[in-house]
């Protein structure tokens, strides 16, 4: 019975990965190989939350049988209404280990590996094992962080080392859908630009003429806070702060008389909620997983590079190529490999830059992740930074290490790796 | 999967680059290589100086504007500059850390000045943040208030203002309220 419903389940699939199609590749190969291709895949998925559990079940659906998920939330009882895999019993546990014990459970034969903590927590040798990464985030932090983690993975001689990020993000009736090959095509941050900004209130409107209930929550969040309660650390998890905020502006929003302050609109204002929307969220996990279908098998051509989504009113998609920035400060220059000397100083390595045939830097500033080595302007810093000139490398940096030099003379910025000879 | 790396090694035939392998140590961030180009292109003149508590952290440094007309002239004015890891996208928070008159300013040091907040896009720099807070001294605005006694006494009596800033500036108190000594 369990093996004819197995079987059942992957029909459709295996008939797609089993012939070629009027957009397979020529030298495309059907069949088992590709099969056993996309089973072997290990593919990585960011989030758990409302796209996360979408995507989870679609990719678990689509053949894919190693899955690894990463979310550093717990289960809130206003998600179970759009996140699927959670139930009431769930709220307060980890939402990576519930959805994963979930979709094992309900997809014979498929292994979800979660791990409960930030994407920031584990290293390069970590995401080098994936095939896939899938993102299904709500902030612009984490993923600028996994783009410039995966573009700097990139390594000339290994094509293992380029994953192919697929991300995909939802506002209300809002999302977005999109395939980048780190250091190929426009990355997160040669996209950074298309955000829409967080709509934000003057602060002296909240300060002194509030029009809106949300003025009201605003100014107990902003100011009436930092007045009366300077010495805790505001948490908008703590249901104490937010009961206080909530009176706050309650109080505030009688004295100007605006009705409509309440304790779920004071949570949404102070968390900065959007409502989600479950089928936005299934539109453009959908979206995601067949790209992610797609590079695993090569059946098809995969998206090239970004689809729109607009529900709010009737349903409109847009996809287009968005272009690779040159000046982009993660994937525009890339490092290049530099020997030198570890003995000779910061000022006789920064002549040596005005050499350089890809760019004379006349007047470089630079910097490690760590240390600023030497910053032309402004002039205080410049004193700071002016003793390290005459310093060694090898007591400035490692062995290895990557710099980051800027010059006025140029709008886009060069990094190096400086190995020592 | 395969296509995919032959386009690479196209591309990267054609720029003959250098490229770095293996495993590399931490990178710049890109906030803190947007913050050095910023820096570096900054106009400060002599009314404006910065000083970096830690020259290696160039994310968190203090402005002091002394401007040399209009009514706050003679006062030196610090501002915390706190730039976040999602900068530009962010903008940076700024803070004035002394208790100063001023109509845009409150109590507590909050600025009002709508490229910090509403009006912020990345294409801007530090540089126009820098001019923004410098126009706020030659300029006070009483119609976007945030000290709402300051922006009253600025629209409706104007040289009594210029009294309460100077006596303010000085270490005095205004309306009741202590104020710091700017002058030094």
């Known amino acids: 019975m369990v093996e004819i419903n197995q079987t059942l389940r992957w029909k459709h699939l295996y008939n797609v990965l089993s012939r070629p199609g009027p957009f397979s590749d020529e030298d495309w190969v059907p069949g088992p190989e590709t099969i056993s291709a996309l089973e072997s895949s290990k593919i990585l998925v960011i989030g758990a939350g409302g796209l996360g559990c979408e995507i989870l079940k679609n990719l678990a659906l689509s053949g894919f049988k190693d899955i690894h998920v990463i979310d550093m939330d717990t289960i809130d009882i206003s998600n179970l209404n759009r996140q699927f895999l959670f139930r009431q019993s769930d709220i307060g546990k980890p939402k990576a280990e519930v959805a994963a014990a979930f979709v094992e459970k309900r997809v014979k034969g498929v292994k979800i590996t979660p791990y409960v903590g930030k994407i920031q927590d584990k290293d390069e040798d970590y995401y080098m094992q994936f095939k896939i990464v899938v993102c299904g985030l709500d902030s612009i932090e984490a993923r600028r962080w996994i783009n410039s983690t995966l573009v700097s993975m990139v390594d000339f001689e290994n094509p293992e080392s380029l994953k192919p990020l697929i991300d995909g993000g939802t506002e209300g009736f809002k999302g977005q859908a999109r395939v980048i090959l780190p250091t190929l095509s426009s990355c997160i941050e040669c996209q950074l630009d298309m955000h829409a900004p967080r709509p934000a209130v003057p602060l002296c409107t909240i300060a002194t003429i509030p029009r809106q209930p949300q003025h009201c929550i605003e100014w107990a969040h902003q100011i009436a806070w930092q007045e009366q309660r300077k010495d805790d650390t505001f948490d908008s998890d703590d249901l104490e702060h937010i009961g206080w905020i909530y009176n706050a502006a309650l109080e505030r929003s009688k004295q100007f008389q605006i009705p409509g302050v309440t304790f779920q609109m004071t949570q949404g204002v102070v968390k900065n909620i959007i409502p989600a929307i479950a089928s936005t969220n299934a539109v453009i996990a959908a979206a995601t997983t067949s790209e992610a279908l797609k590079i695993a098998t090569a059946c098809n051509p995969y998206l090239e590079n970004y689809m729109m989504y607009a529900g709010e009113e009737g349903v409109y998609t847009y996809t287009f190529e968005a272009e690779k920035k040159p000046d982009c400060p993660v994937c525009g220059n890339l490092a290049r490999k530099m020997t030198v000397d570890p003995n000779m100083t910061l000022e006789a390595f920064i002549e040596t830059l005005g050499e350089r045939p890809e760019a004379q830097l006349k007047k470089p500033s630079m910097r490690t992740e760590e240390k600023t080595l030497y910053q032309r302007f402004p002039p205080q810093l410049e004193e700071q930074t002016r003793p390290n000139l005459k310093l060694k490398l090898r007591d400035l940096i490692e062995d290895g290490q990557e710099i980051a030099v800027s010059d006025p003379a140029y709008t886009i910025d060069f990094r190096y790796r400086l190995d020592f000879s | ?184």
């Open chain 2, 1 to 184: 999967m395969l296509k995919i790396w032959s386009m690479k090694q196209q591309q990267q035939q054609a720029e003959n680059a250098e490229g770095g392998a293996g495993k590399k140590k931490k990178k710049v961030t890109a906030a803190q290589l947007r913050v050095q180009r910023d820096l570096q292109e900054l106009t400060l003149g002599t009314t404006m100086k910065m000083t970096f508590p830690n020259p290696d952290d160039i994310l968190n440094f203090v402005l002091v504007i002394s401007p040399d007309e209009g009514m706050y002239k003679g006062g030196h004015f610090n501002f915390s500059f706190n730039v976040n890891q999602n900068f530009p996208h962010d903008p940076p928070k700024v803070k004035c850390t002394q208790k100063i008159y001023h109509p845009n300013i409150d109590l507590e040091g909050n600025v009002c000045l709508n490229i910090l907040r509403e009006d912020w896009k990345p294409v801007l720099n530090l540089n126009a943040v820098i001019v923004g807070l410098q126009f706020l001294f030659l300029e006070p605005n009483a119609s976007d208030p945030l000290n709402k006694e300051a922006a009253e006494d600025l629209r409706t009596n104007r040289e009594g203002f210029k009294r309460n800033v100077r006596s303010a500036m000085q270490g005095g108190m205004v309306r009741g309220v202590k104020f710091e000594d700017v002058l030094r």
